[in-house]
T-cell receptor, first 113, second 109 residues
Framework: DAGITQSPRHKVTETGTPVTLRCHQT?????MYWYRQDPGHGLRLIHY???????DKGEVSDGYSVSRSKTEDFLLTLESATSSQTSVYFC????????????FGPGTRLTVT | KNEVEQSPQNLTAQEGEFITINCSYS?????LHWLQQHPGGGIVSLFM???GKKKHGRLIATINIQEKHSSLHITASHPRDSAVYIC???????????FGEGTQLTVNP
């Protein structure tokens, strides 16, 4: 399972509150990703990282920020949660040198009321 | 139009049937990935291929680069194969993937 954990696994929060989701990996992979999964859409990339302090935006980055101060942790922050950010969030890592095969964390179900 | 299109969106089969899920893409790729999402939500990588065919147990994945098309076949389907199957393509440069919407497969006993 590539040693990927996500926390929390479930969260309910109110509109306007800040929320931080954590992705942790144990194998020092360089590339890490945050996706959201919604009915009617495939997995969509929010942000990704290609190293410590190196991050870039994905296709649905508005309203989200990320940080990566250590190789093993990639944090996703919703500065002021909105109901449209209710979703299931997946973290993933990819292994360079393997055409970037990706391994996924277990997901976090976030509900914004 | 999505860059990655899967068909069908939903598929119901009887145990033992041969199943085919299709994926078409419209961009240049480095590799094509097939993923499986279990009913509990976990996502696992099944195959990654850039040419030809790969086989793992009862699962076979093929790709035709010229036609920008891939198929995932399941032989002798079983209820435990019930899951969402997701096709994704890797960008020619870099590590980003673009995903199809998935195919919900239900295999009835």
């Amino acid at each position: 399972d590539a040693g990927i954990t996500q926390s929390p696994r479930h969260k309910v929060t109110e509109t306007g509150t800040p929320v931080t989701l954590r992705c942790h990996q144990t194998e020092n992979h360089r590339y890490m990703y945050w996706y959201r999964q919604d009915p009617g859409h495939g997995l969509r990339l929010i942000h990704y990282s290609y190293g410590v302090k190196d991050t870039d935006k994905g296709e649905v980055s508005d309203g989200y920020s990320v940080s990566r101060s250590k190789t093993e942790d990639f944090l996703l922050t919703l500065e002021s949660a909105t109901s449209s950010q209710t979703s299931v969030y997946f973290c993933a890592i990819s292994v360079s040198g393997t055409d970037y095969e990706q391994y996924f964390g277990p997901g976090t179900r976030l509900t914004v009321t | 139009k999505n860059e990655v299109e899967q068909s069908p969106q939903n598929l119901t089969a009887q145990e033992g049937e041969f199943i085919t899920i299709n994926c078409s893409y419209s961009v240049g790729i480095s590799a094509l990935h097939w993923l499986q999402q279990h009913p509990g939500g976990g996502i696992v990588s099944l195959f990654m291929l850039s040419s030809g065919k790969k086989k793992h147990g009862r699962l076979i994945a093929t790709i035709n680069i010229q036609e920008k098309h891939s198929s995932l076949h399941i032989t002798a389907s079983h209820p435990r194969d019930s899951a969402v199957y997701i096709c994704a393509v890797g960008a020619p440069s870099g590590s980003r993937l673009t995903f199809g919407e998935g195919t919900q497969l239900t295999v009835n006993p």
